[in-house]
């Protein structure tokens, strides 16, 4: 059965595009100089460098939001902060980004009514604003990732943005005008990050639990693509997707990639059997023997046509009647 498409996640997806392209140039810029900067060993500025890209495309998205009606500007404001990848992030998030974005985030928790989000967030900003960059660890580190944790644990924020947007006659009827912009690769991008919702803290076979044959070959499946695409696949084996590799190898048979699933199954045989369900055991033979293991295994990714999984899910998917509505 199709999973509804929570308002947020439609705001989120819309908004992610526009700041993308709104940023693009300026991340693009601070990219070539941090690599031109780390080819000369200059590690520093390097680092430098990003960190001034992430803040000149902070800029350039908030000059572009002014722009904006006010409704869309506090919109792109609330669920910016959902950048933040982890829940002890947030105050990284502020830092990186520079007081202005901070600001302009928490005017627009206010104007929404988000009091509570408001506040938490605002211990943030307090706490953050004298680094210029985040602090490795220590005490000061640990007083802001607790700040973070009180901000978004257990997903706290995402729930009272997404109750606005629900209770808010306005936020509502533009959101669910987004809901038209979304194409098929966005209902995907969108299912995974449900079905991540649902899986929670669970890795590995347990993360398959409780999943529905939709939710299951989303869940196989992108795994198997972000590790394969980002480092091969090594990287797949080395990390807890590949505690799942029979059961991914079904899933993409299923979605008819017959031969990336061949190509897998010859990976797993690779190793010893019964086949190790444990990252760190793999990870030891695939680097045992100078990486032997590894390189053979290495060897096969450029067997896999990674151009064809998405496409095929989505395809599976609108079968099943599964694609997010």
């Not at 947020?8 to 300026?26: K, M, N, S």
């Not at 070959?217 to 480092?231: A, I, K, P, R, Y």
């Not at 799942?244 to 079904?250: K, L």
Request: glycine fraction near 8%; hydrophobic fraction near 45%.
């Amino acid at each position: 059965m199709a999973m509804d498409i929570p308002p947020d996640f439609i705001l989120e997806a819309r908004a992610r595009a526009a700041r993308g392209e709104q940023t693009r140039a300026a991340m693009q810029a601070g990219s070539e100089a941090a690599v031109a900067a780390m080819e000369r060993g200059d590690e520093e500025a390097s680092y430098a460098a990003m960190s001034g890209a992430l803040r000149a495309a902070s800029i350039a998205f908030l000059d572009w939001l002014a722009g904006q009606t006010p409704l869309d500007r506090r919109l792109h404001l609330l669920v910016w902060i959902l950048e933040a990848p982890t829940p002890d992030s947030a105050a990284a998030f502020v830092i990186e980004g520079g007081p202005e974005r901070a600001e302009a985030i928490l005017a627009a928790m206010a104007e929404a009514g988000l009091a509570e989000s408001a506040a938490r967030f605002e211990a943030i900003v307090a706490a953050a604003r004298d680094f210029e960059t985040t602090p490795d660890e220590g005490p000061e580190r640990d007083r802001l990732d607790d700040l973070s944790f009180a901000f978004d644990a257990p997903g706290a924020y995402r729930d009272d943005l997404r109750a606005a947007l629900t209770k808010d006659r306005e936020m509502a009827a533009r959101v669910a005008a987004m809901r038209a912009g979304l194409d098929e690769q966005d209902r995907l991008d969108i299912a995974a990050a449900l079905v991540g919702e649902k899986v929670g803290e669970r890795d590995g076979v347990d993360a398959l639990e409780g999943l529905d044959e939709g939710q299951r070959l989303v869940w196989l499946v992108l795994c198997f693509d972000h590790e394969v695409g980002d480092g091969g696949l090594s990287q797949f084996f080395a990390h807890e997707p590949g505690d799942c590799a029979p059961e991914t190898a079904a899933a993409l048979r299923l979605i008819g990639c017959g031969e990336a699933a061949r190509v897998l199954l010859r990976a797993v045989v690779a190793f010893p059997a019964p086949y190790p369900r444990d990252a760190d055991e793999r990870f030891d033979r695939l680097e045992a023997d100078d990486g032997r293991l590894g390189e053979r295994i290495d060897a096969l990714t450029d067997e896999i046509d990674l151009d064809a999984i998405r496409p095929a899910l989505i395809d599976r998917l609108k079968r099943l009647g599964a694609l997010p509505r």
